[in-house]
């Protein structure tokens, strides 16, 4: 129901732009959010955003790099990522809630897509 694009290889410090749509329905209907699972870990909450008041939330290591956002021209969310890290690594998936949920918990959420590939060298 959800579909990634915009993963890659990049050094440290660059910047990438990842982008969620949600071919035959609108993203303007439900929360959304991006999480990821960096090798070896569980999956971890990144950032969020509901859909009647833009609220957002940020895991404390993307605060101030991470930029979540609706892109209405192109049915998407996408999350900026400035200033990236190699800690940044790993697969990162959207996700949705029908009920306008918003947090950083894989609970939250009730569709997914299948991920896109980050990797940051060093």
């Known amino acids: 129901q959800l579909e990634e694009s915009g993963g890659g290889l990049l050094p440290a410090g660059a910047s990438l732009r990842p982008s969620c749509t949600a071919p035959?329905?609108?993203?303007?209907?439900?929360?959304s959010g991006w999480l990821r699972q960096p090798p070896g870990k569980e999956r971890e909450g990144v950032s969020a955003?509901?859909?009647?008041?833009?609220?957002?939330f940020y895991a404390d290591s993307v605060k101030g790099r991470f930029t979540i956002s609706r892109d209405n021209a192109n049915n998407s969310v996408v999350l900026q990522m400035n200033n990236l890290e190699p800690e940044d690594t790993g697969s990162y998936y959207c996700?949705?809630?029908?009920?306008?949920?918003?947090?950083?918990?894989?609970?939250?959420?009730?569709?997914w897509g299948q991920g896109t590939q980050v990797t940051v060298s060093s």
């Open positions: 996700a949705g809630d029908r009920l306008d949920n918003i947090g950083l918990c894989d609970w939250d959420y009730d569709f």
């Open positions: 035959g329905h609108s993203v303007d209907f439900y929360s």
């Open positions: 955003t509901n859909s009647i008041d833009a609220t957002t």
